[in-house]
T-cell receptor, first 115, second 113 residues
Framework: DGGITQSPKYLFRKEGQNVTLSCEQN?????MYWYRQDPGQGLRLIYY???????QKGDIAEGYSVSREKKESFPLTVTSAQKNPTAFYLC??????????????FGDGTRLSIL | SQQGEEDPQALSIQEGENATMNCSYK?????LQWYRQNSGRGLVHLIL?????REKHSGRLRVTLDTSKKSSSLLITASRAADTASYFC?????????????FGSGTQLTVLP
């Protein structure tokens, strides 16, 4: 079955630590996205990538970093500079946007908490 | 920035009743998409309606779009307990430097058995 796999499901970060969230897709999608969701709120875009070796900042990129070395993979690093990292992180992918943005397929998320 | 805003924030109905959720937005769009999120899970795409369409159906779902009022509604007919979830609208902006989907804050639907 094609889909998006996020790991781990739960992650704990210590003070001053960087942590990396994994996102892998086998949908052959060009575009991938990272969102942050806080309780009772919508999704906010952290970073997105429309093609391998290229990525763009979203609305709340500060304190986060990404890489896109392979089409299938788009890992997100939450750095120690992100002072409030506790949230639910969602990865998504879509066919490469043309004149219009395409529907996005989501993984089941990683819940990050501070120890 | 958030463009789509859903109304109401929460909705509780009995099984078998219809549920209507609304989404308002501020700028011109190419399309509007509705998603569903079960608790603790990722979002699932439900339906996409383009700016030149007024109504779309998919099973028990009916979506309308009024571009003059910059609003959309999602109707779920004959609701079931399994429809309990959060529902989000996402707008595809027609202009702007970073044309990415922007999601609203969602409507939490509870269907009571």
């Amino acid at each position: 079955d094609g889909g998006i796999t996020q790991s781990p499901k739960y992650l704990f970060r210590k003070e001053g630590q960087n942590v990396t969230l994994s996102c892998e897709q086998n949908l052959n999608h060009d575009a991938m996205y990272w969102y942050r969701q806080d309780p009772g709120q919508g999704l906010r875009l952290i970073y997105y990538s429309q093609i391998v070796n290229d990525f763009q900042k979203g609305d709340i990129a500060e304190g986060y970093s990404v890489s896109r070395e392979k089409k299938e993979s788009f890992p997100l690093t939450v750095t120690s500079a992100q002072k409030n990292p506790t949230a639910f992180y969602l990865c998504a992918s879509s066919m490469r946007p043309g004149p219009q943005n395409q529907p996005q397929h989501f993984g089941d998320g990683t819940r990050l908490s501070i120890l | 920035s958030q463009q789509g805003e859903e109304d109401p924030q929460a909705l509780s109905i009995q099984e078998g009743e219809n549920a209507t959720m609304n989404c308002s937005y501020k700028t011109s769009i190419n399309n509007l998409q509705w998603y569903r999120q079960n608790s603790g899970r990722g979002l699932v795409h439900l339906i996409l309606i383009r700016s030149n369409e007024r109504e779309k159906h998919s099973g028990r779902l009916r979506v309308t779009l009024d571009t003059s009022k910059k609003s959309s509604s999602l109707l779920i007919t004959a609701s079931r307990a399994a429809d309990t979830a959060s529902y989000f609208c996402a707008t595809d902006p027609a202009s702007g430097s970073a044309r990415q989907l922007t999601f609203g804050s969602g409507t939490q639907l509870t269907v009571l058995p």
